[in-house]
């Protein structure tokens, strides 16, 4: 399940994937499209993010292994799972995204002036 790294002179050759067992990579690519389906998860927001950019299959792919190997990080670590959450990539890159969105925006004929919000209280 482990993704190839082959690199040569820093050009990217070949990607695939290692030999490894079969019916545990049948089960983690099914268990990845559990996750992915899943609302509001870690796992559906790394498998749309990828899905876009690579295509379905190698996100879920790369979905199988992140399952692989954050069970086996709470195994040797003896450790509960704990959610990061659908907008720990938004959180991690805010000022990229803003930029980004920002750009997008003018792109199609916006003009775009950013205010902080104002947090409302119930």
Known sequence: ???????????????KTNKG???????LIEAAHGAARTKKSYFSAMY?????RRG??????????R????GYQMITQQVDYKDLGNNYFDE???ETIKRRMVKRL???G????LKPAVPTTA
Request: proline share 2%.
């Open 1 to 15: 399940m482990c993704p190839g790294n082959h690199e040569s002179g820093g050009k990217r050759k070949s990607g």
């Open 21 to 27: 067992n079969v019916w545990l990579r049948r089960a």
């Open 48 to 52: 749309h993010r990828l899905a876009g």
């Open 56 to 65: 379905k299959k190698r996100a879920l792919v790369a979905v199988g292994h």
């Open 67 to 70: 399952l692989l190997v954050s």
């Open 92 to 94: 991690r890159n805010k």
């Open 106 to 108: 003018e792109r199609l």
């Open 110 to 113: 916006y003009q775009v002036e």
